[in-house]
């Protein structure tokens, strides 16, 4: 690494209520300790928020482009069948990105959506020691070659790095039963009712706005700053919090008491 | 002596027919057309014509309301969540709190109360009346801008083919408001014409899809703002059982969205005499 202290920016793009900030924060801070230069960055100098209308609509488009409305036939960067994003998708985005809304469900392609925001980060920025990190309810996936489908993510190595607070609820697997109970009430044509289904798993699971989606967010942080300073994405340690959770249950079971990191992530963590 | 004044038949029938001509007239140019008087077309227009629009809200059906008048499986009870009981307080239809943030009233109530606040605030109906075509303009950046809509008397679409040579006619106004739900006519109508690829319904993962409703609610191509359940439609969103918070919240959005393009629009005043509130 470089002399000085590694630079994390946080962005936020409507975490949600789950996340409490100040306690991520200095969760983090106690992790990493003096090797951690954090800030959280204010929207209005967020290079993922321009003010100037036109900057903001251009990347409005942009990320409109990355939305992956079919998911059977959309492939990543915007191969098979994507449609070019219409007028209101695009007032949508900057809808978002100026606040007006903050809905999330949509799923957007991941890999793409970082390449959108990378290149509205500053030339200056994009070094080994400044990471960007974007908080997001905003959903994304990436498409795994190997089943042909898209899957959920609850982060995103990489510069920017992305965490979705969205994905640590849908993406983490849950028993079979869920799915087809789920798929069943779709057909009846209630939006509501998923939720519902859901809300009643009640702490067996990770739920939108849930409070313990601030110790996920440190943990994924982690997982971020983990591959960005040696390029490795997780951790096989059992019980640290560096383990990639495929499950719900595992995530939980990962977060009930104090979330730790293994002897030698610890040491990581302590040397950067 | 009668109960009545003493007016001849030929009396009334002149009545009828000039001062509908005389209002049809009137609106041949309006500042916002909303196709679809269910109910976010009604909130819509109610707050449009508050503030000052004018606005004429076209009907396939006589009667108006849409879905608004029943809930699920024909029940007429409906149910809203918070916030949008505000906007029943805002009608003033009483409610009634039956969990934490979850409101019932009845559909007669709030509907009948939807519409009566439409046609006090002045906004003028036209029912029995089918939205057919948009009217196409070049707009001030070359790009076609939707300004107006085709229309037909709804029966002349229930005619055997030989005899529809009927032709309709076009009213034109600033901005359209697709409030027709499901089908999103105006937007099919677009899509049709080749001006706009939509998503179509394909699941995504979305739980809580009242909010991407509400919030999805605005300009979808120039000149066209679309509202209510269509938004589900334009936007691929799922498709949602009755849920009339979303359609209220979203009817108010609509408007919103439409005196913010009128507000943007050179020439644009509010109509004076108009209840225009802050
Ligand atoms: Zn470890």
Redesign the pocket.
């Known amino acids: 690494m470089g002399t000085g202290p590694l630079r994390l920016r946080l962005h936020l793009d409507h975490p949600g209520a789950g996340v409490d900030l100040p306690r991520l924060c200095a969760e983090l801070q106690q992790v990493i300790g003096r090797g951690l230069d954090l800030e959280v960055v204010p929207s209005e100098r967020s290079a993922f928020c321009p003010a100037d209308p036109a900057a903001r609509r251009a990347l409005a488009q942009a990320i409109a482009a990355t939305k992956v409305t079919h998911p059977a036939t959309d492939r990543p960067s915007g191969q098979g069948t994507r449609r070019r994003p219409f007028e209101g998708e695009i007032q949508f985005e900057a809808r978002r990105l100026g606040g007006d809304a903050s809905a999330a469900g949509i799923l957007y392609d991941g890999f793409w959506l970082q390449q959108v925001l990378a290149a509205a980060l500053p030339s200056t920025q994009m070094r080994r020691d400044w990471l960007h990190l974007l908080l997001t309810n905003r959903l994304i996936g990436t498409f795994d070659d190997s089943d042909r489908r898209w899957h959920a993510r609850m982060v995103l190595c990489g510069q920017p790095s992305i965490v979705s607070t969205t994905g640590m609820v849908l993406a983490p697997a849950l028993p079979r039963d869920f799915y087809t109970q789920r798929h069943l009430h779709e057909q009846s044509g209630s939006g509501v009712l998923g939720e519902h289904l859901r809300a009643q798993m009640g702490e067996a699971v990770v739920q939108h706005d849930d409070p313990r989606q601030t110790q996920v967010a440190v943990s994924l942080t982690l997982q971020a700053l983990l591959y960005w300073t040696t390029l490795e994405a997780f951790?096989t340690?059992a019980g640290?919090r560096?383990v990639d959770a495929h499950t719900q249950a595992a995530l939980v079971a990962l977060h009930e008491d104090e979330p730790a990191?293994?002897p030698?992530?610890g040491h990581w963590a302590g040397a950067l | 002596m009668g109960l009545f004044a003493k007016v001849g038949e030929k009396e009334i029938s002149r009545a009828i027919v000039d001062e509908f001509a005389r209002e049809f007239n009137d609106y041949a140019e309006s500042d916002v057309i909303i196709v679809g008087a269910g109910p976010s077309g009604l909130i819509a227009a109610g707050d449009l014509a508050a503030a000052g629009a004018k606005v004429m809200v076209i009907e396939t059906n006589n009667y108006l309301g849409g879905g608004y008048w029943v809930g699920g499986f024909m029940m007429n009870t409906i149910t809203v969540r918070a916030p949008a009981h505000k906007v029943l307080d805002e009608l003033g239809v009483p409610y009634k709190e039956v969990s934490s943030g979850l409101f019932t009233t009845t559909g007669p109530h709030a509907c009948s109360k939807t519409i009566a606040r439409a046609c006090d605030n002045g906004v003028k109906f036209q029912n029995v009346t089918r939205f057919e075509d948009v009217v196409l303009r070049s707009g001030i950046d070359g790009q076609p801008r939707v300004a107006g809509v085709v229309m037909n008397w709804s029966p002349v679409a229930a005619l055997p083919h030989e005899i529809t040579c009927m032709d309709p006619i076009a009213v034109e106004s600033r901005l359209v408001i697709d409030a027709t739900g499901h089908d999103a006519c105006v937007m099919a109508k677009l899509r049709d014409n080749g001006l706009v690829d939509l998503p179509g319904h394909e699941s995504m993962w979305v739980e809580r899809s009242e909010d991407l409703i509400v919030e999805h609610t605005g300009v979808a191509y120039p000149g066209v703002i679309v509202s209510g359940m269509a938004v589900a439609t334009v936007y691929g969103l799922p498709r949602m059982g009755p849920t009339f918070g979303a359609m209220l919240l979203s009817g108010k959005r609509a408007a919103a969205a439409a005196l913010e393009e009128l507000r943007a629009t050179a020439g644009w005043k509010p109509r004076i005499g108009a209840k225009a509130r802050a």
Request: glycine residues 0%; hydrophobic residues 25%.
């Open positions: 951790c340690t640290c560096l990191l293994c030698r992530h």
